[in-house]
């Protein structure tokens, strides 16, 4: 029987933000099916960040796993036998473009992708959570809010930080009413993206009035459309 394939893409929150909580941290754990997974930390994207690695480990060292992290401004190890040995992969928050540009010099798009047909759990924040996506909207330059192609497992647009960053909705909006988008997925700080199998759409909540949405264009008018919500608090 095949396994069934799973991303959670987190709008804001988790280790990063509040390191030791660990409630959707759990949650991304329990969908390994495994009694001890194996879950890898990626933080690329903060150019392998330290406080970041150290924020990982006093979140998931106090749950029933077996942490690692994944390197690339060190000595990089071999990127095929780390990653498809784990159960889960956790893409950390940062510069989507450079992040994905160091991957595709390494062949790690591949390999997660290869990794995801699998059956290993993807999930991320931020920059980890839009790069599984078509496109995502990332404020990797400083200028403005951008739309840029990302891993493609998953069709559409992705857009994280929806209610935390003030110039995410109206950036949305904009792109809605100019029609360069047809549809975006939205996703609130406090909430995560669960996509099985890329059809089933579920907004998992790990804090207090949060959600995950469909936004889509309705002439002028702008539609908010709420995924059906898993609450773990």
Not at 47 to 64: H, I, M, P, R
Request: a positive charge; charged letters at 25%; proline letters at 4%.
């Amino acid at each position: 029987m095949a396994k069934s394939r799973n991303i959670i893409a987190m709008g804001g929150g988790g280790f990063g933000a509040n390191p030791g909580q660990g409630i959707i941290e759990k949650y991304i754990l329990k969908q390994t099916k495994k009694k001890n997974p194996k879950i890898c930390f990626i933080p690329t994207a903060t150019g392998d960040n330290e406080a970041y690695k150290v924020n990982f480990y006093s979140t998931f060292t106090n749950l029933d796993c077996h942490p690692s992290h994944l390197d690339f401004f060190k000595r990089t190890p071999n990127l095929n036998n780390l990653i498809l040995n784990q159960d889960a992969i956790f893409v950390g928050g940062g510069n989507t473009k450079s992040m994905l540009a160091v991957w595709k010099e390494w062949g790690l798009d591949k390999i997660l992708k290869k990794a995801y047909n699998n059956g290993i759990v993807m999930s991320g924040v931020s920059a980890g959570a839009i790069c599984w996506f078509q496109n995502g909207i990332t404020d990797s330059w400083a200028s403005s809010l951008k739309v840029m192609p990302c891993l493609n497992l998953i069709k559409g647009t992705c857009c994280p930080h929806y209610d935390e960053e003030p110039e995410r909705k109206p950036t949305v909006k904009k792109l809605l009413l100019n029609k360069k988008l047809k549809s975006v997925y939205a996703v609130d700080g406090g909430a995560a993206l669960h996509i099985k199998d890329e059809k089933i759409f579920k907004s998992v909540v790990f804090k207090k009035n949060k959600g995950s949405y469909q936004v889509s264009r309705d002439g002028k008018e702008i539609l908010e459309k709420s995924f059906k919500k898993i609450n773990l608090i």
